[in-house]
């Protein structure tokens, strides 16, 4: 009986066991070639990861109430910070104020009225555990004017103590797991403009990193689980773009529009020419075709036709004694920073020596400002802290003259 009762346990823990492994079968996503299912996910960790750097979006701090808020919510006390910005294509406001802790008010359905919105207590964000603050977290906060209303805008405000300075920021992102060949990375994409839906690429130029103004794409190539932001080389992290390059061969991006899942697909992209003329460069681009970066002397390069702006560019040049000049170009990139490749036609241009020389003066009350700046052959402007040999050198030397050619004053630039 005994013998009956010990077999009557082992099936019925044997058909436990398998009831268990068929249920954990059928609720674990499988993971397809090409293919993934998107989820929203929110950042739960204090510091925002790079995946969300470049949809940072300031708003302008203004002295006195803007005309487009309407109404402020009744029993607000304490000072008053006014902020003016963009969201998609909207105008929207912002109140900052602060009583024992500061709490913010934001348009989140663009109707110019804050008397309907709710309020976001500040969540201090420290230097270690006990450590001063290093900034103030508001949020996650959902935005409901985007036109699809299954897209999750949602973001975080960020303000800085003792700074009348407030960024918004992504509070999360869509993420999935692709098979591509025979290894499985993870992507993400993030409604960058929070204009309430994905697909938005980018678009050259753009007037300053971040808020580039467009939806973002990251694959965690090296399966850390955080991807990296580079903005001088290759990256993880770029905007979105038509294509995607990994190792050399291109795949199209297509997300569909209620963000549910994506498709990366090989695609054999037509090409055009880049010519720089055998310049010893390196050059990072952007592009609404793929994210590209050239390396080296060669004369030409091929790249996919599309729109392309030159979000940094390094000049290497060796003098008749052997030693090693470099000079870069961040965002000022002159006419690379926007150009267009197109199919079987050749783009040129000249970067680099010689140089031009400028320089810039600007005067706050009592105090002017004297500013140098170095112009390449294409009107990128490199900066001034050039380097031989992989080291900085002194800061360059000014002498201030009357028109009788007598010295007033001189001294010497400082880096910063």
Same mark, same amino acid.
């Given at each position: ?93 912002? +109140? ?152 050399? +061969? ?167």
């Amino acid at each position: 009986m005994k013998r009956f009762a010990v077999i009557i346990i082992m099936v019925i823990l044997a058909a436990s066991v398998l009831c268990m492994s068929l249920f954990l079968y059928k609720t674990q996503p499988t993971i397809q070639q090409g293919k993934c299912r998107l989820k929203f996910k929110i950042f739960n960790k204090k510091d925002i990861p790079a995946t969300a750097y470049l949809a940072y979006q300031p708003f302008q701090y203004e002295t006195k109430k803007p005309e487009q808020l309407k109404d402020i919510p009744k029993g607000v006390s304490g000072k008053v910070s006014y902020f003016l910005g963009n969201l998609g294509d909207k105008k929207i406001t912002a +109140i900052k104020t602060i009583s024992k802790r500061p709490l913010l008010y934001l348009d989140t359905n663009g109707d110019g009225s804050l008397s309907d919105e709710k309020k976001f207590t500040a969540r201090p964000i420290r230097k270690g555990m006990f450590g001063r603050v290093e900034y103030y977290r508001f949020g996650p906060i959902s935005v409901k004017f985007g036109e699809n209303k299954k897209i999750n805008s949602k973001l975080y405000g960020i303000t800085y103590p003792n700074h009348e300075i407030l960024y918004l920021c992504p509070a999360g992102q869509y993420t999935g797991k692709i098979l591509l060949g025979e290894k499985v990375y993870t992507v993400f994409v993030t409604d960058g403009n929070f204009d309430g839906r994905l697909g938005k690429l980018f678009s050259p130029p753009f007037e300053r990193v971040p808020t580039i103004g467009c939806d973002l794409f990251a694959i965690d190539l090296n399966n850390d689980g955080n991807p990296n932001l580079n903005l001088y080389s290759h990256s993880e992290v770029s905007p979105l773009s038509r294509m995607v390059k990994l190792d050399n +061969i291109y795949y199209s991006i297509d997300i569909t529009s209620d963000a549910t899942s994506l498709e990366l697909k090989k695609v054999e992209p037509e090409f055009g020419t880049l010519d720089l003329g055998g310049a010893d460069v390196k050059l990072k681009l952007w592009s609404d075709a793929a994210e590209q970066y050239i390396s080296g002397s060669e004369k030409e390069c091929q790249l996919p036709a599309g729109r392309y702006a030159a979000l940094s560019i390094e000049i290497n040049k060796d003098d008749a004694t052997g030693n090693r000049w470099t000079l870069t170009s961040y965002v000022e990139t002159g006419a690379l920073r926007n150009f267009e490749i197109f199919v079987g036609e050749k783009t040129s241009f000249k970067v680099g020596t010689p140089l031009q020389i400028k320089t810039t003066a600007q005067r706050r009350d009592d105090t002017i400002s004297i500013g140098l700046e170095l112009e390449g052959q294409a009107g990128e402007r490199y900066r001034a802290d050039v380097r031989k040999n992989s080291r900085r050198g002194p800061a360059p030397l000014f002498r201030l003259v009357d028109e009788a050619g007598n010295v007033i004053e001189q001294g010497r630039f400082e880096y910063g």
